[in-house]
T-cell receptor
Framework: GNSVTQMEGPVTLSEEAFLTINCTYTATGYPSLFWYVQYPGEGLQLLLKATKADDKGSNKGFEATYRKETTSFHLEKGSVQVSDSAVYFCALSAAGGTSYGKLTFGQGTILTVHP | NAGVTQTPKFQVLKTGQSMTLQCAQDMNHEYMSWYRQDPGMGLRLIHYSVGAGITDQGEVPNGYNVSRSTTEDFPLRLLSAAPSQTSVYFC????????????FGSGTRLTVV
């Protein structure tokens, strides 16, 4: 079946540090890949997405590249801010079959950024 | 544009009680889903719908029922609440077609005592 594995957290950084959160996946075919962010007490918000190999999704300074050869979709940001403190989820949506359109999530990574 | 609206935001139930978590979206999305979020486990799919009158089970469907009589609404019913159903529940929707992300509601925090 489909699965998503994220690096274990929590991750604690100082403001303006570089961020990487690793995400790898297992799926048949060419799934769509997503990063979601959850701020305290809120629902999930779509941060960025990529729908085919070598696509780069970007938003609010965050980037992630769809790497088919390594089945990865790592999240990066060059300079984090205190306001980036949140839980980040990697997810995939299957390209076809009985799982088409269903999201499979990683376990989430808690990010805390200190001033 | 309200997006995805979930009610109630908080609920406490006694073991064995039943209740319905409401979810409504005003974006004319065909796909709707219910997830539960538990610490250290990410989000797990409970039930899923690709349109009015069509539902399917997800990863953890036991103890929950759904129906989809309209495009807008997708209620989740707990038949006989158990402490293991203590969780945060999220409803989400998206348009038909590949590559679209889901829009999530703000969640319902349920405690079963």
């Amino acid at each position: 079946g489909n699965s998503v594995t994220q690096m274990e957290g929590p991750v604690t950084l100082s403001e303006e540090a570089f961020l990487t959160i690793n995400c790898t996946y297992t799926a048949t075919g060419y799934p769509s890949l997503f990063w979601y962010v959850q701020y305290p007490g809120e629902g999930l918000q779509l941060l960025l997405k990529a729908t085919k190999a070598d696509d780069k999704g970007s938003n609010k300074g965050f980037e992630a590249t769809y790497r088919k050869e390594t089945t990865s979709f790592h999240l990066e940001k060059g300079s984090v801010q205190v306001s980036d403190s949140a839980v980040y989820f990697c997810a995939l949506s299957a390209a076809g079959g009985t799982s088409y359109g269903k999201l499979t999530f990683g376990q989430g990574t808690i990010l805390t950024v200190h001033p | 544009n309200a997006g995805v609206t979930q009610t109630p935001k908080f609920q406490v139930l006694k073991t064995g009680q039943s209740m319905t978590l409401q979810c409504a979206q005003d974006m004319n999305h065909e796909y709707m889903s219910w997830y539960r979020q538990d610490p250290g486990m990410g989000l797990r799919l409970i039930h899923y719908s690709v349109g009015a009158g069509i539902t399917d089970q997800g990863e953890v469907p036991n103890g929950y029922n759904v129906s989809r009589s309209t495009t807008e609404d997708f209620p989740l019913r707990l038949l006989s609440a158990a402490p293991s159903q203590t969780s945060v529940y999220f409803c989400a929707s998206r348009p038909t077609g590949g590559g679209y992300g889901y829009t999530f509601g703000s969640g319902t925090r349920l405690t079963v005592v």
